[in-house]
């Protein structure tokens, strides 16, 4: 199992990124995927998450300002970031549960995990 995420990089607040996340070595169909990041020094926590039905499930602190979707055909999801903070600094990455587990940010419910891809928002 590969996944592999992209588009991470340094940011002014108030700018956007689109980070990407392919995977391979897998059903697809048997998997949805989301985001998570961890900052410096801080716990990883769930920042979204997608189902086959395109339902999503967001971390409060990014409501609004962050929308994940996906691409089936290509087993890719997306996270557009928008208005970044400093506050959103942190490294980022795509994982994959099975897809009868509705959308959640617990991070135990994920089974595979790609290598990050960091972000830095500067002030």
């Known amino acids: 199992v590969r996944m592999v995420e992209s588009g991470g990089g340094l940011v002014q607040a108030g700018g956007s990124l689109r980070l990407s996340c392919a995977a391979s070595?897998?059903?697809?169909?048997?998997?949805?995927m989301g985001w998570f990041r961890q900052g410096p020094g801080k716990e990883r926590e769930g920042v979204a998450a997608?189902?086959?039905?395109?339902?999503?499930k967001y971390a409060d602190s990014v409501k609004g300002r962050f929308i994940i979707s996906q691409d089936n055909a290509k087993n890719t999801v997306y996270l557009q970031m928008n208005n970044l903070k400093p506050e959103d600094t942190a490294m980022y990455f795509c994982?994959?549960?099975?897809?009868?587990?509705?959308?959640?940010?617990?991070?135990?419910?994920?089974?595979?995990w790609g290598q990050g891809t960091e972000v830095t928002v500067s002030s």
């Open positions: 994982a994959a549960r099975p897809k009868i587990v509705r959308p959640t940010l617990d991070k135990t419910e994920y089974n595979f």
């Open positions: 070595g897998y059903a697809s169909s048997e998997y949805r």
């Open positions: 997608v189902d086959s039905g395109d339902n999503t």
